[in-house]
């Protein structure tokens, strides 16, 4: 989308700047070269300058380093004609002047240049005249002194429906539950009186709620496109400045403008950097510069229902719990659109999508490619298929093929090969069994995905080496024999350690970090737990195993006693877990020679070798646990 044009300026602007421009011209020449200005004098021989001393025609004398200016008098002794000469080395000079009362001083004297004074006074007002209405018009022609430094003037991006390049609900995907909340605002822009009729109202504010990358800005693009009507577009941080009442003057400029567009979209990305809520800060009714844009914000969301403009707001974050609660009611956002990762068909909409820009073999399979890729939001997949672009092009294919797109997967979730790290044989050995004790403790665990390769190839910043396992399907539910199992397939590598090597390294610190959170999220949030029953012991906890990830949030306030509980039942967890995958490994242990001695030929072991090997893994019985 392109931005509008600005305004010509007036008559008078242009004026001012060619003075300007002027002004500011005749000052650096006369600063470069002073002399052209002023009135040159005539040149004498430093000995007849001298023998006019003797003879008591000097009247004053101007030595410099370079130039002797000296005055004669005339007739009537009276002050006459001015002259210059080259001195010389004279360290008589000036007793000879005193002697014969010359007045002599080191500056050069000031000539009668009369052009030069009027200009000395006119130039100046001119040139402060030009820079004034220079910054004027940069503000966009504002009147006062706030407007001449543009301070007040918001900064919104104006699209215009008759831009180059369009973007309609066609290019977005993945997220059609998002897409249908926001066709109803199109077709109110379009036909609103199909909704005045029936008595309805149309939401004034719509906030999109979802985690990064996952098209929210995409989305709002897409609204303007095809509604057809000017879409302000501006960042929640571009509101705040250094001066104070700088954001609030913006906020009211920026709705004053799309008033006058009406009706037409005002699109606020990441809102929460204006619209935290008040409470949180401490200073509740405060000075704030936030708070005060964040009022102003508020009080012109309210003004809407004056008049018949008909201006909604966008706006986008992905932390909707720090927002303000007077920005959630009803009258202001009135309607929250959550867009979330997409689902197997979203992923697979979304790579045909990105697909199509880049040369792909017919051979590709794109659904096999979004079954590898759970949990992956817009921009990533984005991000996957320009990967495996790059990776054909270094490699200079022509089209990108089904491996591409497998090394891409492995670069975004495993990071980049570090064949550069060369271990040595033992610490190659320990990682060798390490990621097989993974790959046989997994291949038994219903709750976890499909082991698709095994590598002792080093990768990113810390991996050694990795176990890819991949899920056939998309899931939101896991139970808790599941999740014990997901524990036991972390330790397993451990495990193998333990059973091969007879002690430790720190290669398992990962997956101890892992496998203590899930068990503690078993507990203090999903409530599996025969000692502590069902009872929430985190504050604000995913209810969800397939949350965002990140840190853990803190524990409600509980006594000595039950920290203690919860201590001991999350570390019995894991120690279930952990013997659970010793047993495997113990049991299967001339299996686990034997793909650990493959692996550290091969370095990688994948596809139908893998699975064939895989196959062979002896479950355990019952009462083995």
Same mark, same amino acid.
């Given at each position: 989308?392109?931005?509008?044009?600005?305004?010509?300026?007036?008559?008078?602007?242009?004026?001012?700047?060619?003075?300007?421009?002027?002004?500011?011209?005749?000052?650096?020449?006369?600063?470069?070269?002073?002399?052209?200005?002023?009135?040159?004098?005539?040149?004498?021989?430093?000995?007849?300058?001298? =023998?006019?001393? =003797?003879?008591?025609?000097?009247?004053?004398?101007?030595?410099? !380093?370079?130039?002797?200016?000296?005055?004669?008098?005339?007739?009537?002794?009276?002050? +006459? &004609?001015?002259?210059?000469?080259?001195?010389?080395?004279?360290?008589?000079?000036?007793?000879?002047?005193?002697?014969?009362?010359?007045?002599?001083?080191?500056?050069?004297?000031?000539?009668?240049?009369?052009?030069?004074?009027?200009?000395?006074?006119?130039?100046?007002?001119?040139?402060?005249?030009?820079?004034? *209405?220079?910054?004027?018009?940069?503000?966009?022609?504002?009147?006062?002194?706030?407007?001449?430094?543009?301070?007040?003037?918001?900064?919104?991006?104006?699209?215009?429906?008759?831009?180059?390049?369009?973007?309609?609900? /066609?290019?977005?995907?993945?997220?059609?539950?998002? #897409?249908?909340?926001?066709?109803?605002?199109?077709?109110?822009?379009?036909?609103? *009186?199909?909704?005045?009729?029936?008595?309805?109202?149309?939401?004034?504010?719509?906030?999109?709620?979802?985690?990064?990358?996952?098209?929210?800005?995409?989305?709002?693009?897409?609204?303007?496109?095809?509604?057809?009507?000017?879409?302000?577009?501006?960042?929640?941080?571009?509101?705040?400045?250094?001066?104070?009442? /700088?954001?609030?003057?913006?906020?009211?400029?920026?709705?004053? *403008?799309?008033?006058?567009?009406?009706?037409?979209?005002?699109?606020?990305?990441?809102?929460?950097?204006?619209?935290? $809520?008040?409470?949180? @800060? @401490?200073?509740?009714?405060? =000075?704030?510069?936030?708070?005060?844009?964040? =009022? &102003?914000?508020?009080?012109?969301?309210?003004?809407?229902?004056?008049?018949?403009?008909?201006?909604?707001?966008?706006?986008?974050?992905?932390?909707?719990?720090?927002?303000?609660?007077?920005?959630?009611?009803?009258?202001?956002?009135?309607? &929250?659109?959550?867009?979330?990762?997409?689902?197997?068909?979203?992923?697979? #909409?979304?790579?045909?999508?990105?697909?199509?820009?880049?040369?792909?073999?017919?051979?590709?399979?794109?659904?096999?490619?979004?079954?590898?890729?759970?949990?992956?939001?817009?921009?990533?997949?984005?991000?996957?298929?320009?990967?495996?672009?790059?990776?054909?092009?270094?490699?200079?294919?022509?089209?990108?093929? &089904?491996?591409?797109?497998?090394?891409?997967?492995?670069?975004?979730?495993?990071?980049?090969?570090?064949?550069?790290?060369?271990?040595?044989?033992?610490?190659? #050995?320990?990682?060798?069994?390490?990621?097989?004790?993974?790959?046989?403790?997994?291949?038994?665990?219903?709750?976890?995905?499909?082991?698709? #390769?095994? $590598?002792?190839?080093?990768?990113?910043?810390?991996?050694? +080496?990795?176990?890819?396992?991949?899920?056939?399907?998309?899931?939101?539910?896991?139970?808790?024999?599941?999740?014990?199992?997901?524990?036991?397939?972390?330790?397993?590598?451990?495990?193998?350690?333990?059973?091969?090597?007879?002690?430790?390294?720190?290669?398992?610190?990962?997956?101890?970090?892992?496998?203590?959170?899930?068990?503690?999220?078993?507990?203090?949030?999903? @409530?599996?737990?025969?000692?502590?029953?069902?009872?929430?012991?985190?504050?604000?906890?995913?209810?969800?195993?397939?949350?965002?990830?990140?840190?853990?949030?803190?524990?409600?306030?509980?006594?000595?006693?039950?920290?203690?509980?919860?201590?001991?039942?999350?570390?019995?967890?894991?120690?279930?877990?952990?013997?659970?995958?010793?047993?495997?490994?113990?049991?299967?242990?001339?299996?686990?020679?034997?793909?650990?001695?493959?692996?550290?030929?091969?370095?990688?072991?994948?596809?139908? !070798?893998? *699975?064939?090997?895989?196959?062979?893994?002896?479950?355990?019985?019952?009462?083995?646990?």
């Amino acid at each position: 989308m392109s931005i509008k044009d600005r305004p010509r300026p007036s008559w008078p602007a242009l004026v001012s700047r060619i003075l300007f421009l002027a002004g500011l011209g005749f000052l650096i020449l006369n600063l470069v070269f002073p002399q052209a200005f002023s009135p040159k004098p005539q040149q004498v021989p430093y000995s007849l300058f001298i =023998n006019q001393v =003797n003879d008591n025609e000097v009247a004053r004398a101007y030595v410099g !380093q370079d130039q002797i200016r000296y005055q004669l008098k005339d007739s009537n002794g009276d002050l +006459g &004609q001015i002259l210059s000469t080259n001195p010389i080395f004279d360290m008589e000079l000036p007793q000879r002047l005193e002697d014969h009362s010359v007045e002599f001083a080191a500056a050069p004297p000031k000539g009668n240049n009369w052009f030069g004074s009027i200009l000395s006074w006119v130039i100046p007002p001119l040139i402060f005249v030009g820079i004034f *209405q220079f910054f004027m018009n940069r503000g966009g022609g504002m009147g006062g002194p706030q407007g001449a430094l543009s301070i007040n003037k918001n900064k919104a991006k104006v699209y215009v429906e008759d831009d180059e390049t369009k973007v309609g609900f /066609a290019d977005v995907a993945g997220v059609e539950e998002a #897409k249908t909340e926001l066709e109803e605002i199109v077709e109110f822009l379009k036909n609103p *009186q199909r909704y005045t009729d029936i008595g309805a109202r149309i939401p004034k504010g719509v906030l999109l709620v979802g985690p990064p990358g996952t098209g929210k800005t995409l989305l709002a693009k897409a609204v303007a496109g095809e509604a057809g009507v000017s879409f302000f577009s501006i960042s929640g941080s571009e509101f705040v400045e250094l001066f104070v009442g /700088a954001g609030a003057a913006r906020v009211r400029d920026l709705f004053e *403008q799309a008033k006058k567009k009406a009706p037409c979209i005002i699109f606020i990305d990441e809102l929460d950097a204006i619209g935290k $809520s008040r409470a949180n @800060g @401490g200073f509740v009714g405060g =000075n704030d510069e936030r708070e005060q844009t964040l =009022n &102003q914000l508020l009080t012109e969301m309210d003004g809407f229902a004056a008049g018949d403009a008909t201006v909604i707001v966008l706006a986008a974050t992905n932390r909707p719990e720090t927002l303000d609660p007077a920005l959630l009611r009803p009258g202001r956002f009135d309607r &929250q659109v959550l867009v979330d990762r997409p689902d197997l068909p979203g992923r697979l #909409k979304i790579l045909e999508i990105y697909a199509a820009k880049v040369k792909i073999d017919p051979a590709v399979d794109l659904k096999a490619i979004a079954t590898r890729t759970p949990g992956f939001a817009g921009a990533d997949l984005a991000n996957l298929v320009n990967e495996a672009a790059l990776l054909a092009a270094r490699a200079q294919r022509t089209t990108v093929s &089904q491996a591409d797109f497998a090394e891409a997967i492995e670069r975004v979730v495993a990071g980049l090969e570090k064949k550069s790290r060369v271990l040595n044989d033992k610490e190659k #050995k320990i990682v060798a069994y390490h990621e097989v004790g993974h790959a046989l403790v997994g291949a038994l665990m219903p709750g976890g995905g499909k082991v698709a #390769k095994i $590598s002792i190839v080093p990768r990113g910043m810390a991996a050694l +080496g990795y176990t890819l396992q991949m899920p056939t399907e998309d899931r939101f539910l896991m139970s808790e024999s599941e999740l014990r199992d997901q524990i036991a397939t972390l330790l397993g590598g451990r495990a193998a350690e333990e059973v091969v090597f007879g002690s430790i390294t720190t290669g398992a610190a990962n997956d101890l970090q892992r496998a203590t959170d899930l068990a503690e999220r078993m507990v203090t949030t999903y @409530g599996m737990s025969d000692i502590l029953g069902p009872l929430a012991y985190e504050k604000g906890g995913q209810n969800n195993f397939l949350g965002d990830g990140g840190m853990m949030n803190p524990r409600r306030n509980v006594s000595d006693e039950t920290a203690k509980a919860i201590d001991q039942e999350v570390k019995d967890i894991v120690e279930q877990g952990h013997q659970q995958a010793l047993a495997i490994l113990r049991q299967n242990r001339d299996l686990l020679e034997t793909i650990a001695q493959q692996i550290l030929e091969a370095e990688v072991i994948e596809g139908d !070798q893998l *699975q064939g090997l895989l196959e062979q893994v002896k479950a355990l019985e019952p009462a083995t646990v």
